[in-house]
C-alpha cells in the first residue's frame, strides 16, 4: 500500500479509540483525587471533633485545625503516592517497551486497574480504622499510578506511529477525564444520598469507563487505518512538509544525472535501524524538559494547595459545599480539557519557536498567586487574594494553559525525529511528562508548609 492510496480514518474510529485509551489512562488518578472527600472522612478522628466544641478563648472565636494527622496530610500524601510511581515505571516502560509486546503492556495495565477499582467499591461497605484504611488507599494508589504510567508511556509511544493529529485525542481524552471525575462527584453531591453510597456508585462508573476502554484498545487493531500506519513496511504520508522530507530523505534513494531530471527510487523494504534512546533526547530536550516544567508546577499547586482554598462568603451554606467541587476540580478540568482540544485546530507557537519553552517559564508565577489566595489554615504569609473571584480567574488562566502547552510539547516531541525513532521518542516524553509530576509531588509540601 503506497501514500497515495493510504486509508481514511473512517467515521474517525481510530480518534475516537484514541480519545477513550487517553479517558481510561487518566480517570483512574482523577477519580481517586476528586473523592477526597470521602477518603478524608474515614480519616477523620471523633476525639478530635469533641475537643474542639469549646473554641472560645477568653470570649473571642478561635478556629481550631480539628483534622487528624492523616487526615491532614492525605492530599499530600496521595500526589506523592501517585507521583513516585508513575515517574519509576515511566522511565522502566522506556526500557521495557521493546522487550514486552505492546499489546501485553496496555490490555495487562488496564484489567489491573479495572481490579483495583472495583476492590476499591467493595471497601466502600467495609468499616476500617483509619490507620488501616489509609495504608490500604496509598497502596491501591502507587497500584494504580505504577499500572498507569506503563499504559501512558506505551499509548504515547503507539500515537507516534500515527500522523501528528493523533496525539490530540490522547491528551484530549486524558482531559476529559478530570471533568468526567469533577461531574460525576457533583452529581453524587447533589443527590443526596450518604457519602459511602454515593462513593460506592463513584467507584463503579469508574469500572465502566474502563471495562469500555478495554474494549476500544480490542478493536484498534481492526481498523485498516491503524494497520497502515502499524506496518513497518509501507510509506506513510506525513502531516506535514517537513515530515514528507524526513520520510523521502529515510526511504527513497535519489540519484542525479547531469541534464537530466533527477531519479527517486523507493526502497521496498523498512531498513533495519538502531535506535539510540540518548540520540533522540538530543533532538527533542527542549520539549521534554518543557512539558517537565509545566507539570512540575501545576501539581506543586495542584490538588494540594488549590483544594485548601476556603470561600469568603458564609460557612455552612451551598457556595461552600459545591465551591471546591466546582470551581477547583471541575473548572481545572474543563479548561484543561479546552486547552488540549484546542491544539488539534491551533499549534501556535511552532515546535522549533523559542517562545514556546518562554511561555511555559512564565507558569512559574502561579506559585505565589495560589498560596497568597484564601487557604487555610494559614500560619506565615497574609491572604492578598481574598475574593473568589481572583481564585477563579487564576484557576482558569492556571488550568488552560497547563493543557495548551502541555498539549503542545506532547505533539511536537516525536514529530521532531524520524519516523522509525518516533515510539522511542513518546516513551521519552512520557517519562519528563512523569517526572514533572513527581516533582510537582515533592514541591508541593513545600509549597503547603510555606503557607
Known sequence: MTAINSPRDKYNAVWIIFFTLGLGTLLPWNFFMTATMYFTSRLRDPALDADAVDNTHNGTFVKVDTRSVLESK????????????????????SFIHQRIPQKLRISGSLSVILVVFLITALLV?????????????MIKIVC???????????????????????????????????????TSMICAIASGSSLKDSAFGYFITACVVILLAITSYIALPKMEFFKYYADPSSLKPSSDEENKMDLLNKDAAVTEIPGEKTVVSVTEEEPTHTV??????????VMALSVCFVFTITIGIFPAVTVEVKPSAAEGGTWEKYFIPVFCFLLFNLMDWAGRSLTAKCTWPGKDSKFLPVLVMLRVVFVPLFVLCNVQPRNNLPVVFAHDA???IFMIIFSFSNGYLASLCMCFGPKKVAQHEAETAGAIMAFFLSLGLALGAALSFGFRAMI
Not at 506503563?150 to 471533568?179: C, D, E, H
Open 276 to 285: 539510540s534512546v540518548f540520540a533522540i533526547f538530543k533532538k527533542i530536550w
Open 125 to 137: 461497605k467495609v468499616d476500617m480504622a483509619p490507620v488501616p484504611f489509609f495504608t490500604v488507599t
Open 390 to 392: 481572583w481564585y477563579i
Open 74 to 93: 492525605f492530599n499530600n500524601m496521595m500526589t506523592l503516592c501517585a507521583m513516585v510511581p508513575l515517574l519509576l515505571f515511566t522511565c522502566l516502560n
Open 144 to 182: 494504580i499510578n505504577s499500572f498507569g504510567a506503563i499504559l501512558q508511556g506505551s499509548l504515547f509511544g503507539l500515537a507516534g506511529l500515527l500522523p501528528a493529529s493523533y496525539t490530540t485525542p490522547i491528551m484530549s481524552g486524558q482531559g476529559f477525564a478530570g471533568s468526567f471525575a469533577a
